[in-house]
């Protein structure tokens, strides 16, 4: 059982997944850095000093027995622009990716079809005949 669970996770595709997710939530974390810490502050400032992680609508205010009730909209405006950089970073990847694939297919020549390698058959063992 052992042997089988290490080519399973040893094939190809499970790990190539495996190091995509890694690198996906590395990267995703550099994003949500960037959104936090360089692009929300400058905008915050444009719109005149606004923390956007700091904007929230109160539903119960802290008491003493209880703690406050927010909705927190804007960490989720912080997450959407994360969200729409990776998105917009992923839609580049795979348009570069499949640019590259449709030259890769341009390059290769065609195989010649199950009736042209028969034409080409015959035809040499005419020509074998002949001679």
Do not use: C, H
């Not at 960037?34 to 205010?61: A, Y």
């Not at 804007?74 to 499949?98: D, R, Y």
């Amino acid at each position: 059982m052992w042997r089988y669970f290490k080519k399973f996770v040893m094939r190809g595709n499970i790990f190539n997944m495996a190091v995509g997710i890694v690198l996906g939530v590395a990267f995703g974390k550099i994003v949500t850095s960037f959104v936090n810490d360089i692009l929300m502050p400058p905008i915050g400032l444009l719109l005149g000093g606004v923390d956007f992680s700091k904007l929230v609508i109160v539903l119960k205010k802290v008491t003493d027995t209880s703690e406050a009730v927010t909705i927190n909209y804007g960490v989720f405006i912080n997450t959407i622009i994360s969200f729409l950089i990776i998105a917009f970073v992923i839609f580049l990847m795979m348009k570069q990716i499949e640019k590259t694939q449709k030259k890769e297919k341009a390059a290769a020549p065609p195989k010649p079809s199950e009736e042209v390698l028969l034409l080409r058959e015959i035809r040499d063992y005419l020509k074998a005949k002949a001679q």
